[in-house]
């Protein structure tokens, strides 16, 4: 394979990346022999595959993925919750509860403008998306706050092997859970929770620019001697 | 349509361009924060707003496909866009440039990765100049790309046209009032082929496959005026910081 750009650089969409045999990743398309980007992002060359992780766009829903999520709407045996995805995802009460409640009246389980922690546990062939959140750390989220971010940000959130995320909690003690479409629960000292939320809006407009975890560090260290 | 004009002087037009020159374009890009992706456009005297909101579920429910996402473009021009008032609200003009919209941005977009969902282009002119619809075009796919919606490729667009039996690039307004003909295209570098192909005006065959020729070249320097906006908001707020 024959690489038309650097490593990491930024491409547009329409721009080729590369010449030589397809391997499909996501952010990429085929026009003839030559692999073009089909998003604006950043290219990641490894090996023989090639990658285009996009700067922006909304959530696309995976199997597997853990997300926050807000109640929208009431079904006779399920809910709707707003996932920030194109779509609105359905928790059944079978999935749903860890014991045997009363189900004649959903509403008094979770309400309206609630938010639940979830997990996908599948994506339809017509992306009906299917939740649970039967195990432990999955369930309904009480007080604290959510900070929505854009979902391509959330890696920068949590960094490498989890930096990021182990710096905002150790150094805020607060608690945090991060949602992979995007939205981050913050649960602690009010005054913290503003700092971390101002720091996760930091992480938001900066997240393509290097050296963010020294910055979110010194950021935090400014604030919090106030 | 006649009016007594100079419409060249020492080869040069009315605005001191050469034939085969654009006019200055200068776009940004993510100007609204409550859309999905935007833009806004200086092309001339043009200015454009761009917003795209998507993709989402699509509305009303009888529009839906379920084997992919539909587009819905729509154009309006402000009230005090024009020299004259302009009768605010939807028109017979809007409804039609934002039907040539949608169809030239259509083929350019990935939409069968969302099944069931609409993307919703608003083009919003607050000053006009002629060529507002190949300026809405280009404006349009750069919001797209912000909104980071997967396409092919970006959409560039201009206008070709005939004034004083020269064929000449980028219409200006008194050229677009005056002059003979007007030739709206929008162009996809990659397929090599337009999306975009109307006429106002008369042209002979021959005339017509110059201005083609013409108006593609114009397309591709937008088309790199496109790419440079695109990177420009993420290597700029790179150099601030450091």
């Known amino acids: 394979m024959e690489f038309l750009v650097k490593d990491r650089s930024i491409v547009t969409p329409g721009m080729a990346i590369a010449k030589g045999p397809f391997k499909y990743e996501y952010g990429v398309d085929k026009f003839e022999d030559t692999i073009i980007s089909s998003v604006l992002g950043i290219v990641y060359i490894e090996n023989n595959s090639v990658r285009v992780v996009p700067l922006e766009g909304k959530y696309m829903p995976k199997r597997g993925d853990d997300v926050i999520g807000t109640v929208v709407g009431i079904n006779p045996l399920s809910w709707d919750l707003d996932i920030n995805a194109p779509y609105l995802a359905n928790l059944h009460v079978q999935d749903a509860l860890r014991y045997v409640k009363d189900t004649s009246n959903l509403d008094r389980i979770f309400k309206v403008g609630e938010v639940i922690y979830a997990n996908i546990k599948d994506v339809g062939e017509s992306s009906d998306i299917a939740l649970q959140s039967k195990e432990r750390p999955y369930g309904k989220l009480k007080w604290g706050r959510i900070v929505k971010i854009n979902a391509t940000r959330v890696p920068r959130v949590i960094g490498k092997k989890g930096s990021m995320i182990k710096l905002l909690k150790q150094m805020s003690k607060c608690e945090i859970m991060v949602g992979q479409n995007g939205n981050i629960w913050i649960k602690g000292e009010r005054q913290m929770e503003g700092i971390v939320e101002k720091a996760i809006n930091k992480i938001d407009n900066e997240a393509h620019i290097p050296g963010l975890t020294d910055r979110i560090k010194k950021m935090l260290e400014i604030e919090l001697s106030k | 349509m006649d009016k007594d004009i100079k419409f060249f002087e020492n080869g040069k037009r009315i605005d001191g361009r050469d034939v085969d020159e654009l006019r200055n374009i200068n776009i940004e890009v993510g100007v609204f924060k409550r859309a999905d992706g935007s833009s806004y456009i200086e092309w001339g005297g043009n200015k454009i ?39 605010p609200g939807p028109s017979r003009r809007g409804v039609e440039i934002g039907k040539v919209t949608q169809g030239a941005l259509e083929p350019a977009l990935l939409l069968e990765n969302f099944p069931k969902c609409m993307v919703e282009v608003n083009i919003e002119v607050v000053q006009a100049d002629a060529g507002t619809r190949c300026a809405g075009i280009a404006a349009a796919s750069v919001a797209l790309a912000n909104a980071g919606i997967p396409m092919k490729e970006l959409v560039p667009s201009c206008a070709a046209g005939k004034v004083d039996d020269r064929i000449v690039l980028d219409l200006s307004k008194e050229e677009d009032n005056y002059g003979q003909a007007d030739l709206p295209l929008a162009f996809l570098p990659r397929k090599n082929e337009f999306s975009l192909l109307q006429m106002d005006g008369d042209l002979s065959e021959e005339q017509l496959e110059e201005a083609l020729e013409l108006g593609k070249k114009g397309c591709l320097e937008v088309y790199e005026i496109q790419k440079e906006a695109l990177k420009k908001k993420y290597v700029r707020e790179d150099d601030s910081n450091e």
């Open chain 2, 49 to 87: 707003y761009c917003a795209v909101y998507g993709p989402r579920e699509a509305y009303p429910r009888f529009l839906q496909k379920s084997d992919r996402a539909i587009l819905k473009c729509r154009y309006n021009m402000a009230s005090f866009a024009v020299e004259d008032r302009k009768r």
